[in-house]
């Protein structure tokens, strides 16, 4: 991992900048205004921000507000932000604190009025999102050191330590070639990526690796992240031979099944289109026939051999109707795409008019840190409920700690979280992505107008002690609760127990010195289990008496190593003060 050593100790907030202040009302955040919320942040112990609002945009496009991604200028600062002194004297202030700054870029294109289209006609080919797309498969020399030149700028100029990437990657070469530029010039910075794809080597952790929750829903309880979080890392560490298939056909109709119809697995999305009524009842059924074991590797691209060539059966095809194309996609560290249009090679044999083997040529995957997200700003994006609130946690200590803060991957989450804040829109918001509907009943979490007086009640300021308590926790057992990289399992097991009430499955994380415990309760009652830890696995002898340390509650006692094969844990009832968890450590 060519990565620098801090990235495995990030804890990253995420700032919509024009709604985290509002000195002046609503969307009248500046790079000063924020800079004043410092202190705040660094008190909440984060190690980093995503900033999301940096360069010039237009300021009713995406849902009506303004934001980062209707980028007019992705090369000039907004004015409506501040200067450029006033970004780069946020930036020192950061650091000042402790604090990395990440900067989202918008990989796709710019809005069609930008004046870089009539600068440069030759660098953009077609469109999405309503906008105009870079042509980076053109070949335009131009364009890829314009590109290269811009973002080691804003590293070797204002000092910011990395790139969040919207959408996709595109071109993994000119990220590296980023990379290779702010190393030499002695400030080497860590990029990701949005979506969990193969980025070439080139990102260090990827942003949607891991989510709590889905966008248009809310949490997902489907996710082992709710249930049993080692479980969940076991399958992101190995090949899990789970696939998801769907074939589209020539009426724009399409079928799906995968290799396995277990509806509690990591969630994966649903269809690029979604099922036809005929087919709910009659998927496709799907056998995975060779699985190649390859290593992950950071230098090289794909599996050259046949031999190493994904073979899935897929059964019971629609014989009256011509096959347009197939989509296939799987979780693990492998979580590559075989779909059209993309750069994944594939072929079919036909086994007969209902029947077909797929052979995917993989990427051998890279390697990556692992990554959580609670929330980002695209949570409450259009077709959330329209009453529902977009934030992720909602003052669960469960979800915040359980599922998130004491897994080890890098915690993302976004403004206001941290204290259970009760969602507001800002005016201009609207549920629909391109502006349609009714001004200020939008969902999407990038349009939150927080409000800070919040913290005057009780229960929003207890909240966040709770999530400083947390971090805090974190931090000082960093030896523990660090991101390991996905191409191993963690340190860390599920561990059995009896429990009155149905809870999360506690797990153990461990190394030479201690061990520590996480307990969950997501419910509205307080709970009494017994946890059994595996003495001979963890290290721990029955004849010897340990410090154990209740994190949580802030209580120290000794116990008997044979008293700790069954350990008595309660734990408060969820959403309020010192409730949702259990966090105790062992020294060994």
Request: charged fraction near 25%; proline fraction near 6%; glycine fraction near 8%.
């Amino acid at each position: 991992m060519q990565s620098p050593g801090w990235v495995k100790d990030l804890i990253i907030y995420e700032i919509a900048t024009k709604g985290f202040t509002s000195p002046n009302g609503p969307e009248s955040g500046t790079f000063n205004s924020l800079k004043e919320k410092i202190p705040y942040l660094r008190d909440l112990g984060i190690t980093g921000v995503w900033l999301t609002g940096h360069h010039l945009c237009a300021p009713r496009f995406f849902y009506h507000c303004w934001n980062q991604y209707a980028v007019i200028r992705p090369d000039s600062i907004d004015p409506s932000l501040g200067t450029e002194e006033d970004f780069k004297a946020l930036v020192e202030e950061f650091h000042k604190n402790g604090i990395k700054v990440f900067l989202d870029v918008i990989t796709h294109g710019v809005m069609n009025s930008s004046s870089l289209i009539a600068e440069h006609p030759g660098w953009f080919r077609g469109g999405s999102w309503g906008m105009t797309d870079y042509d980076w498969q053109g070949s335009h020399a131009d364009l890829d050191e314009w590109w290269v030149d811009m973002y080691t700028n804003y590293v070797t100029t204002f000092g910011v330590d990395g790139y969040r990437l919207d959408v996709d990657i595109y071109r993994p070469d000119l990220w590296k070639r980023i990379k290779e530029n702010c190393t030499k010039a002695g400030h080497p910075i860590a990029v990701w990526s949005e979506s969990d794809i193969y980025t070439d080597g080139a990102c260090d952790f990827l942003q949607r690796q891991a989510a709590v929750s889905i966008q248009t829903q809310g949490v997902d309880t489907n996710s082992y992240l709710a249930t049993d979080v080692p479980r969940y890392f076991i399958q992101r560490s190995n090949r899990s031979k789970y696939y998801q298939a769907e074939v589209h056909y020539s009426d724009n109709s399409a079928q799906y099944g995968s290799t396995d119809n277990d509806a509690v697995h990591i969630h994966y999305g649903p269809p690029y289109i979604s099922p036809d009524p005929e087919y709910i009842k009659n998927p496709l059924r799907v056998t995975l026939i060779y699985d190649p074991a390859i290593q992950p590797s950071n230098e090289k691209y794909k599996a050259d051999e046949e031999s190493d060539y994904i073979q899935l059966k897929i059964e019971n095809l629609n014989p009256q109707k011509r096959i347009t194309w197939f989509s296939v996609r799987t979780v693990g560290y492998w979580t590559t795409n075989w779909q059209f249009g993309s750069p994944n090679e594939w072929y079919t044999l036909l086994g007969g008019i209902e029947n077909t083997i797929l052979y995917l040529k993989p990427f051998v995957p890279d390697i990556k840190y692992y990554s959580i997200q609670l929330s980002c700003h695209d949570d409450g994006w259009d077709g959330f409920p329209e009453n529902g609130n977009p934030y992720v946690a909602e003052g669960s200590r469960c979800i915040f700690g359980y599922s998130f803060l004491f897994t080890p991957a890098i915690p993302v989450f976004f403004a206001g979280e941290e204290f259970s804040a009760a969602y507001k829109p800002v005016p201009n918001l609207t549920p629909d992505l391109f502006g349609q509907k009714k001004e200020g009943t939008g969902r999407w979490l990038y349009g939150s107008w927080i409000q800070w007086d919040q913290l005057q009640q009780k229960e929003h300021s207890q909240m966040l002690e709770d999530v400083k308590k947390m971090i805090r926790i974190r931090k000082e057992n960093s030896d523990l609760f660090f991101a390991w990289t996905d191409d191993k399992m963690p340190d860390m097991i599920s561990l059995e127990f009896q429990s009155e009430i149905k809870i999360p499955t506690p797990y153990l994380v461990w190394n030479n010195k201690k061990i520590i415990i996480i307990a969950g309760n997501n419910t509205d009652r307080d709970v009494a289990c017994t946890v059994h830890i595996p003495l001979e696995k963890s290290g721990l002898e029955p004849g010897k008496t340990y410090k154990v340390h209740d994190l949580w509650n802030e209580k120290t006692m000794d116990v008997k190593g044979s008293e700790l094969a069954n350990l008595q844990v309660r734990i408060k009832r969820d959403h309020i003060p010192s409730g949702g968890i259990s966090v105790i450590a062992i020294e060994k």
